[in-house]
């Protein structure tokens, strides 16, 4: 599939909000539906997920109630159930440089951060149970 790059979206999230639900809302206020996002900045509490293969469900990993520095968020953004769906991972450092990583989850509270989204100019993907993998993926 190919894409143009359509806009460029660059700002702040708020202090203390959920960084995927203010992502998510960045995406919704805007009508970004196809896209790319990266994020730099600092945490308050972190909660990171897993999906584990064998039982083909998204758990909670690792949660931490320290400051961290994120050290890299990276995600996309597509449809699912008609609705506008942030997926992103999220690599984290405490201070001490120990690095813990996974899918981002609610409950991860911004400190700090900056955002910058790429909007995309293509076929919109809309994520769509794969029985193979038990995951949302995007149709083909």
Same mark, same amino acid.
């Given at each position: 599939?190919?894409? /143009?790059? /359509?806009? !460029?979206?660059?700002?702040?999230?708020?202090?203390?909000?959920?960084?995927?639900?203010? $992502?998510?809302?960045?995406?919704?206020?805007?009508?970004?539906?196809?896209? !790319?996002?990266?994020?730099?900045?600092?945490?308050?509490?972190?909660?990171?997920?897993?999906?584990?293969?064998?039982?083909? !469900?998204?758990?909670?990993?690792?949660?931490? !109630?320290?400051?961290?520095?994120?050290?890299?968020?990276?995600?996309?953004?597509?449809?699912?159930?008609?609705?506008?769906?942030?997926?992103?991972?999220?690599?984290?450092?405490?201070?001490?440089?120990?690095?813990?990583?996974?899918?981002?989850?609610?409950?991860?509270?911004?400190?700090?951060?900056?955002?910058?989204?790429?909007?995309?100019?293509? /076929?919109? $993907?809309?994520?769509?149970?794969?029985?193979?993998?038990?995951?949302?993926?995007?149709?083909?």
């Amino acid at each position: 599939m190919k894409a /143009k790059h /359509k806009n !460029t979206f660059i700002g702040r999230l708020p202090h203390n909000e959920d960084l995927l639900g203010a $992502l998510t809302d960045v995406c919704k206020k805007k009508n970004i539906q196809l896209g !790319t996002i990266s994020v730099i900045g600092a945490v308050s509490n972190v909660v990171l997920g897993y999906y584990d293969q064998d039982k083909r !469900t998204y758990g909670e990993s690792v949660r931490l !109630t320290e400051k961290m520095e994120i050290v890299s968020c990276s995600g996309n953004i597509s449809l699912k159930d008609d609705e506008i769906f942030v997926h992103a991972h999220v690599s984290v450092a405490d201070s001490r440089g120990i690095c813990y990583g996974g899918h981002l989850m609610n409950g991860t509270i911004v400190f700090a951060a900056e955002y910058h989204i790429t909007e995309l100019d293509g /076929k919109l $993907l809309i994520r769509k149970p794969d029985n193979q993998t038990g995951l949302n993926l995007w149709s083909e």
